[in-house]
């Protein structure tokens, strides 16, 4: 080829042999998320937090199960600084329920009351679900559940969606990521509390699915729907705290839908 002139073009191709880490990275942060206390949440107390705990809408029997765990651990570090015997207890729990039932807001505000009750070094939480754990070959999954739980020490490591790392009997990319969390729960047993969280009937069978999950995963909470009155309630919060205003005439189609 050449132009009208004679000349022939010349072309420049500029190749970068250097692997591009950032997207390696965000590939490795997919499916995980980080919640660190901020400056103002560094400032909560174990009554405030309970109190935030408490003014949430609806999940009764929750706030319930929430309130008689602190206590129990609270009595257990009485009964421990007394030199009297006290029971073990099991941190890691197991929330049931569909989505959108406030699973991950109360599982940030358990990992708050587990720092300030001494039990966890830090009190982040680190939501992830199986897209954050699993990688594409054998072998590797381990290598990224480590870096998950890595990020989780001190805090919670929370789980969504966990049955899905035990629905295929065949799957031993779940089963790899399953028993490597496991073992994390061993051998950081002073600094990495585990949630894991789903529907109702699939998370029975997930912990059945393995004899390490049921030892230590005997604690359920389960967050029921909300009913249409509790769902205006949340609204009429929502409307508030952005500075809206529901007119008289919303109330009623609100509340028939």
Known sequence: ?????GEKPVI??????????SSQTQEENKGVSVHKPSNEENKD??????????S????????????????FIKISKLRQQRGMKSPTISYHLVFTGNPGTGKTTVARMVAKLYYLMGILPEGQLVETDRSGLVAGYLGQTA?????????????????????????????????????????????????LVVIVAGYDDLMHKFIDSNPGL??????????????????LKILKRFCDSNGYNLSDEAIPLLTEK
Do not use: C, W
């Open 1 to 5: 080829l050449s132009n009208a002139d």
């Open 12 to 21: 420049n191709l500029n190749i970068n042999l250097t692997p591009d880490l």
């Open 45 to 54: 107390t174990l009554e405030s937090v309970l109190s935030e705990l408490n």
């Open 56 to 71: 949430l809408v609806g999940l009764d029997k929750v706030k319930e199960d929430v309130n008689s765990l602190m206590n």
């Open 143 to 191: 290598i990224k559940t480590q870096k998950v739980i890595q990020e989780a020490l001190g805090g919670v490591l929370f789980i969504d969606e966990a049955y899905a790392l035990a629905n295929d009997k065949e799957d031993s990319y779940g089963k790899e990521a399953i028993e490597t969390i496991l073992k994390a729960m061993e051998d950081h047993r002073d600094e």
């Open 214 to 231: 049921r030892s230590r995963f005997n604690k359920y909470f389960n967050f029921p729907d909300y009913n249409g009155e509790e769902l």
